[in-house]
């Protein structure tokens, strides 16, 4: 395999375990690697550090071992993905009659830069981040079923959306294995209903990383009433109707994502109470309307996702927080969000405080919250820990 020298000093990054080698710290090139080739990664005294994808960017090469192995084997995808199956073991997932919906690899911090894999029920859905992941995905289906056996009946690769575009275009989503007409499932989280569709839905067709926060939002909601604003399938509304809200209203921009959360909330009734399913522009609606809520739920896709775009995200996170606290009601509870990777807590803390100020809204942090525990963060690579979220009460 074509190999990668670093310059001398930039091995310590590596050294210390961090997956990505940026193109700055290469000092040459043996060969000529094409986008996704597999390359042997060496400090300047020609010591192997590690082997990954190559691609002709700032990150030059996603590592996905810092030992000598063959990623073209059957046997290392299968060891990848068994430990990674540990690990979710030890959180409790899958759990029989409770949830069977959980992500199985959640990229770096599994030790797989650039790979994704969501299981809903016996489905396991694939998104590649990279060309080099893309073009080993035959491969990684193939691991999945040795590791799950018949759990598994279909392996769906979703990744076009997620890759180069140039790459992207020559290549379509699709079955790798099982079922070609499998596009939606019935799946349970914590004895939650929601129907998923992975061919047509965002990401790899649910946000999972949301579980947890879900299941903490429901001891707030008994009689109450709640706005989930940016609501997607209704994940946070399913959650509120189960627990007893007496209203809950979902708003989303897509006409899809209404028709599941409709088809969501139907699926775990009976509901005693009211539920209002509004798709519309979330910026707008609350600007339009004068009703006060009792729990607010903010959570919004992705406002940058480079740093250039950081300052305006920021500013809209200002915005869309300050019109929120707005409508909470006295004594209210607000959980807010970002999915941002380049919205630091800090950052993302202190954009809050302002929206407070500018709202004239006094605010308590009640939580700090982040993603579930199928999404772990490698200690290397502390940018995997992208979800930030907080629980305050509002005077």
């Known amino acids: 395999m074509t190999t990668i020298i670093l310059k001398k000093g930039k091995e310590e990054p590596v050294r210390r375990r961090h997956p990505w080698v940026f ?16 390359v042997a990664v060496h400090d300047a005294w020609n010591n192997l550090l590690g082997v990954g994808h ?5 990150i030059a090469v996603r590592l996905i071992s810092f030992e000598a192995v063959d990623p073209n084997a059957l046997d290392f995808w299968t060891d990848k993905l068994e430990n990674a199956l540990k690990v979710r073991e030890w959180c409790h ?9 959980f992500r199985l690899v959640h990229g770096e911090g599994d030790g797989l830069s650039g790979l994704i894999i969501d299981i809903y029920g016996t489905t396991a859905v694939v998104q590649c981040h990279s060309i080099g992941m893309h073009r080993q995905r035959a491969l990684i289906a193939q691991a999945i079923k040795a590791v799950f056996q018949e759990q598994i009946q279909c392996v769906y690769d979703k990744s076009v959306e997620s890759l180069p575009p140039k790459y992207a275009a020559e290549h379509q989503n699709g079955t790798l294995l099982g079922n070609p007409d499998a596009a939606t499932a019935v799946v349970i989280e914590n004895q939650i209903q929601f129907k998923v569709d992975w061919v047509t839905g965002q990401k790899t067709g649910f946000f999972l990383d949301q579980r947890d926060n879900r299941q903490l939002l429901a001891s707030f909601v008994k009689d109450k009433t709640v706005l989930n604003t940016f609501c997607y399938t209704g994940g946070f509304s399913c959650y ?5 809200a007496k209203l809950v209203h979902s708003v989303d921009v897509s006409a899809k994502a209404m028709e599941l959360t409709v088809e969501n909330i139907a699926l775990n009734a009976p509901f005693s109470g009211t539920h209002e399913a509004i ?37 809209g996170y200002k915005r869309l927080n300050a019109m929120a606290l707005e409508k909470v009601a006295p004594n209210g509870i607000m ?9 630091d807590r800090e950052l993302f803390y202190n954009t809050i405080a302002a ?13 700090h919250l982040t993603q579930g525990s199928d999404h772990p963060v490698s200690m290397f690579h502390p940018e995997g820990a992208y979800l930030k979220g907080l629980v305050l009460h509002v005077v």
């Open 23 to 38: 193109s700055g710290a290469i000092a040459r090139i043996e060969g000529k690697p094409d986008d996704g080739d597999i």
């Open 54 to 58: 190559y691609h002709d960017g700032s």
């Open 93 to 101: 997932l899958p759990q029989k009659n409770t949830t069977d919906a």
């Open 240 to 244: 509120a109707v189960k627990a007893g």
């Open 279 to 315: 798709t519309a522009d979330v910026m707008h609606y609350l600007r339009e309307i004068d009703q006060f809520f009792d729990v607010v739920i903010v959570d919004p896709p992705a406002f940058a996702k480079s740093m250039e775009k950081r300052h305006n995200a920021v500013q």
């Open 335 to 343: 959980f807010t969000f970002s999915c941002s990777q380049v919205i």
């Open 355 to 367: 929206a407070a100020i500018e709202a004239k809204r006094e605010i308590r942090v009640l939580r």
